[in-house]
């Protein structure tokens, strides 16, 4: 069975830097594309960043880029550090694995595996 568990988050007040992190367990030999999900109050659950399978491509949404790096430790590992933290940035955040990563696009797919989400409050 495979599970997706997410650690770090917190709050945060806006300038400062958080970091999450993702550990995936029950794959063996088969190795996704990785990634991080966030989802507002009232809004829809939007990707983030991701990295794909081999790790050597990392893509991000706009309204992250130059604040938030994604890093992916192995095949099932992955981490997110957040800098410069805006309030806008309040979200549940949510690890996922075997995802659609590639120019322009984080997305679920079929196949996804979730984490349980983290909370992450960033404050003015």
């Known amino acids: 069975q495979v599970q997706v568990t997410e650690s770090g988050g917190g709050s945060e007040q806006a300038g400062g830097s958080l970091k999450l992190s993702c550990t995936v367990s029950?794959?063996?030999?088969?190795?996704?594309?990785m990634g991080w999900f966030r989802q507002a109050p009232g809004k829809e659950r939007e990707g983030v960043a991701c990295?794909?399978?081999?790790?050597?491509?990392l893509y991000y949404v706009d309204s992250v880029k130059g604040r938030f790096t994604i890093s992916r430790d192995n095949a099932y590992s992955l981490s997110l550090q957040m800098n410069n933290l805006e309030p806008e940035d309040t979200a549940i955040y949510y690890c996922?694995?075997?995802?659609?990563?590639?120019?322009?696009?984080?997305?679920?797919?079929?196949?996804?595996?979730w984490g349980q989400g983290t909370q992450v409050t960033v404050s003015s």
């Open positions: 996922a694995t075997a995802i659609r990563c590639q120019p322009g696009t984080v997305a679920a797919s079929r196949q996804t595996y």
């Open positions: 029950g794959l063996t030999s088969i190795v996704y594309n």
């Open positions: 990295s794909e399978w081999r790790g050597s491509m």
